[in-house]
DNA sequence: TAACTGTAAGATGTCTGACATCTTGCATTT
DNA sequence: AAATGCAAGATGTCAGACATCTTACAGTTA
């Protein structure tokens, strides 16, 4: 992510004091005069900097006093709150949190889909599954991960909910990398191939508690493996 | 009371000209000095609106080409895509969306919650039960939603999980006004007692699928009496 | 002494005008 | 017809100024 405007680069030097302490919930942070003195930019990109973070309720501003850093609860930015949760300590812990989270809202939005899911989104998941069997079989990473999230896609869209989609975005960002580390183990492809097709057939018989079974096996499964093939290797 | 700045007058107004399609997904909107003549505000104060858009992923910006309305998928601001969703429909169907969001979460973390809680805060849930009865019997109904928001913040903080309570957050505020109305109707505070209660013993006994269960139960519950009793009202 | 008041300092909010840099279309030149 | 150059329009950044709000503190008054 190649951030290059200054007002980005403040924002996310200030990001970066915020996470490491020196400035604690409930803190000031330095005046928009202090912070352009020290990144030798204007007051107003620092200005806007700033605006970035009250954005994400990082900050919030109080005419005449000044700015004050808001407990990391009431942050709306997943990246940032991982950004704070992975300082430090061991990542382990947060990815694993984030699996956590993803399986809630893959399976709950699984569930629902099995009530609304039309006969062309599960065709579309069958030919996902193919695609992920035919990447497989010439090792073809890149082609595979595609074909498994389109799968995942299909589904989210499929429980008819927005905001699950729009909670999840962010998340699919943030596990993007790690995901494409866990497909490169050849078992890891072809436990994910099986568990996919359940879940379609899942789908496809319409039973909302046997597709979140099924949608909850496959979490079980990418858990285990992040837990027992991807994380050691750290 | 509507003394807000001019910054989020500008933004709010912008955002309400996106949402209602003026600028569907992939247009650009006007350029900064129009914005600014339109809204009889400087370029700077355009500016900052933006960028508070920006941060929200809802708009794009390219530098020398101009800003750009990203898909609503993209959108990590769970308030601009409530505020999206609800326009021109009957926000009925939000309504429900948001508790079937809500209910992935709070099931999630309550199954989390059962294999990590502490004793002390075994011990909190039983308080707030017993202060959601005493509320209702003297009729104080903010004492027994303050209780039954305490309640359920407890368990989002057992689950250890982070990432749970900042998505969370601002399905919270959203639901605020809401759950206020539905805990007015005396027969809703009787169901959410018993559920609480069921809630809190399956905690203590630290079965993760019991806890889980007596917790879609009550978002269950929840449902059927946004359905029943508060969208009819209006 | 206790309460009130005015002022100054420091913070954020906004405005004006200017220059820099990037993209694009179009006219000019080859 | 292709390559070049330039102007227009967009965003990025800067400088300085004034306005307004909060707070602390000193001075005034009852």
Redesign the interface.
């Known amino acids: 992510m190649a951030r290059k405007s200054l ?1 980005g680069i403040v924002a996310d030097e200030l990001l970066d004091r915020i996470i490491e302490g020196e400035f604690p919930p409930g803190a000031t942070v330095p005046g928009e005069l202090e912070l352009s003195a020290r990144h030798e930019v204007s007051r ?1 990109t620092v ?2 900097a700033m ?6 309720q990082i900050l919030s501003v109080e005419r005449g006093r000044g700015t004050f850093v808001n407990p ?7 990246e940032a ?2 950004r704070a ?1 992975s300082e430090g300590k061991n990542d382990a812990d947060a990815s694993i ?2 699996i ?2 993803r ?3 893959e ?3 699984c569930e ?1 889909a099995a009530g609304r899911i039309s006969e062309e989104d599960i065709a579309s998941l069958f030919a996902y599954v193919s695609a992920m069997k035919a990447a497989n079989s010439i090792n073809d990473v890149a082609a595979f991960v595609e074909a498994d999230l389109g799968f995942h896609d299909v589904i989210l869209r499929a429980s ?8 999840f ?2 998340l699919h960002r943030v596990l993007e990398k790690r995901r494409a580390e866990t497909s490169a183990v050849p078992a890891i492809q072809e436990h994910a191939i099986g568990h996919h097709q359940n879940i379609a057939v899942a789908l496809e018989s319409r039973d909302p508690a046997r597709s979140r079974t099924a949608m909850d096996a496959h979490m079980q499964q990418t858990l285990d493996d992040l837990r027992n093939l991807v994380l050691p290797a750290k």
Do not use: D, H, I
């Open positions: 007002v107003m200005r806007e605006k970035t973070l009250q954005a994400q990391l609860s009431r942050w709306t930015s997943l709150v991982l949760a949190q984030l956590e989270l399986r809630m809202l399976t709950g939005a629902l008819g909910n927005v905001f699950v989609s729009v909670l975005e962010p």
